[in-house]
């Protein structure tokens, strides 16, 4: 990992993806913006569109096109927060903060190329490093190119626990990843990057995301080597996940394992 990434890892806050249809685009704008106030450090505001059944539960329809409904969203919280203009157009009062910056929850290539036309990160979840560097960076790049801008930030949130005893990695990996394990676009993923898996049964996806390494399990030494995979596939920041770990066995354990995880990482990286 750069030092860009490290120094974004030690000094910004993110809210991994957040749903678009739970909140307007002035609220997402004023809540992102409130939370480096608060904090003191600039903010990442991680958005996503959710299923098309959770948008109809909320708004009577599914988006016409999730892929410009992200676009459009993401374009108004940035002129929401950008410096006042001259043609009168709504924005938030001018008011110091760190600064916020815009991502997008991006599984397949075409919102990963919205990504690189408007956001400032890209945030995959459960993205095996092979699929993030044959599928999801040059689809983030071409988007990217088509804008004129810059390619956006990769971060990828990866599930990970340290092998201790009574524990069983499928068990955790079901713990963590069964609501994404249950959802069709998070399976259709999956298959895509050449893990057999389908939505109508997290139990065998669940072992599937253990044997095939996207939920890391072993020694904090073996982990820290699966997540340097990510950083050698072009990732620019990785959140450890340890989420089945809290779940099944409480907040001690898990921050146990994310210590002992990243002093493993900082281990190998000198």
């Given amino acids: 990992m750069d030092a860009l990434g490290r120094d974004l890892i030690d000094h910004v806050l993110g809210t991994s993806v957040v749903l678009m249809p739970l909140r307007h ?54 002129r929401l927060l950008g410096p006042e203009d001259d043609n ?11 600064g916020v910056e815009t991502g ?12 690189g036309q408007v956001a400032d990160a890209a945030i995959s979840w459960m993205t095996p490093h092979g699929y993030v560097q044959d599928t999801l960076l040059p689809a983030m790049a071409e988007g990217a190119a088509e804008a004129g801008r810059p390619v956006p930030r990769l971060v990828t949130v990866v599930h990970a626990a340290v092998n201790r005893p009574h524990r069983s990695p499928y068990r955790l990996a079901y713990t963590a990843a069964r609501a994404h394990l249950a959802g ?4 259709d993923m999956l298959r895509r990057a050449g893990l057999r898996v389908h939505h109508s049964h997290p139990t065998i996806g669940a072992r599937a995301l253990v ?8 020694t904090a030494q073996e982990i820290a080597a699966g997540l340097a995979e990510y950083d050698r596939a ?33 281990e190998a990286e000198n």
């Fill in 234 to 266: 072009g990732v620019d920041e990785v959140v450890v996940n340890v989420a089945g770990v809290y779940s099944d066995h409480g907040r001690e354990d898990a921050v146990r394992d994310l210590q002992d995880i990243l002093t493993a990482y900082r």
């Fill in 88 to 98: 009168g157009a709504v924005r938030l009062p001018a008011l110091p903060h760190p």
């Fill in 211 to 218: 044997d095939a390494g996207v939920f890391l399990y072993g």
């Fill in 25 to 78: 685009p002035m609220d997402a704008a004023i809540q992102s913006r409130s939370i480096g106030r608060l904090t003191g450090h600039p903010t990442v505001l991680g958005l996503g569109a959710a299923t098309p059944d959770f948008v109809a539960g909320l708004h009577g329809k599914r988006y016409d096109s999730p892929r410009d409904t992200c676009v459009a969203y993401l374009r108004e919280v940035r």
């Fill in 184 to 187: 069709p676009h998070y399976s």
């Fill in 104 to 115: 997008l929850g991006v599984l397949r290539p075409t919102l990963a190329r919205a990504a």
